[in-house]
């Protein structure tokens, strides 16, 4: 059974369908790769399903159980994390105060500085004092502690250096070898695909590539055209 199962998915902004009929599946000890150029979806697509914002049609399956109209809380509860994108930290507490505010009864802090030995070495700073990358290994780390059977993680290489992008590709991959599903959407594609098992691409709303990254990685030409189709398309 999959972790996480999205059927026929569609999300409006504005009464403006964004991404429709969007179909994605994430099992457990695997990362499901979502890529696409920017303004495709993949944002609002990872709202929708966590409950951010409403969906309009369609349905989210979590561990068997259907929440697809669920809130975010209810979600959240159930064992679905949704790191978003620009590094949202509590700036004013320490980095384990923002780690203990997640903490999931049976989960130890010990699970978050196994992943992020880094984090343990500043575990006193007040996390606005902390750098970009060390406050991204925080917001997954604080995910983590939870106990989440699928985390969805958006652009975490926002605006990092390629060693901080690395180092977290390697975390991301050790997490879900843990039995956690991951939802990666990244804008580093090579990257993404090195370590993930199914890769999905979103354009204009609507996915156009569903299959394992290992094949889509060989194939650059492919996904180029993926991501921005043919001139045809283009001037549609």
């Known amino acids: 059974m999959s972790a996480l199962d999205v059927k026929g998915?569609?999300?409006?902004?504005a009464g403006i369908p964004v991404v429709r009929g969007i179909d994605l599946v994430a099992r457990a000890g695997e990362?499901?790769?979502?890529?696409?150029?920017?303004?495709?979806?993949k944002t609002t697509l990872l709202e929708g399903?966590?409950?951010?914002?409403?969906?309009?049609?369609?349905?989210?399956?979590?561990?068997?159980?259907n929440v697809t109209?669920?809130?975010?809380?209810?979600?959240?509860?159930?064992?679905?994390?949704?790191?978003?994108?620009?590094?949202?930290?509590?700036?004013e507490m320490t980095t384990e105060e923002n780690l203990q505010v997640a903490l999931h009864p049976?989960?130890?802090?010990?699970?978050?500085?196994?992943?992020?030995?880094?984090l343990l070495q500043r575990r006193t700073i007040k996390s606005g004092m902390l750098s970009g990358g060390e406050q991204q290994m925080l917001?997954?780390?604080r995910a983590l502690v939870g106990r989440p059977k699928v985390i969805m993680i958006d652009e975490m290489s926002a605006g990092l250096a390629p060693v901080v992008v690395s180092r977290l590709m390697a975390?991301?991959?050790?997490?879900?070898?843990?039995?956690?599903?991951?939802?990666?959407?990244?804008?580093?594609?090579?990257?993404a695909l090195a370590i993930g098992n199914r890769a999905y691409v979103l354009r204009r709303g609507q996915m156009v590539y569903e299959g394992e990254c290992a094949e889509l990685?060989?194939?650059?030409?492919?996904?180029h055209h993926l991501y921005l189709g043919d001139a045809g398309d283009a001037a549609a």
């Open 49 to 65: 399903i966590s409950g951010v914002i409403p969906t309009s049609g369609g349905s989210v399956t979590l561990d068997g159980a």
């Open 106 to 118: 049976e989960a130890r802090l010990d699970e978050a500085y196994g992943l992020f030995p880094e």
């Open 69 to 91: 109209r669920a809130n975010a809380g209810f979600k959240a509860r159930a064992g679905l994390a949704h790191v978003e994108q620009g590094r949202t930290v509590f700036a």
């Open 31 to 41: 990362i499901s790769v979502l890529l696409g150029s920017n303004g495709a979806g």
């Open 139 to 141: 917001v997954i780390a």
């Open 217 to 223: 990685a060989k194939d650059s030409a492919r996904l």
């Open 9 to 13: 998915l569609v999300v409006n902004r």
């Open 171 to 191: 975390a991301v991959r050790k997490l879900a070898d843990t039995g956690v599903a991951v939802v990666l959407v990244e804008q580093f594609a090579a990257l």
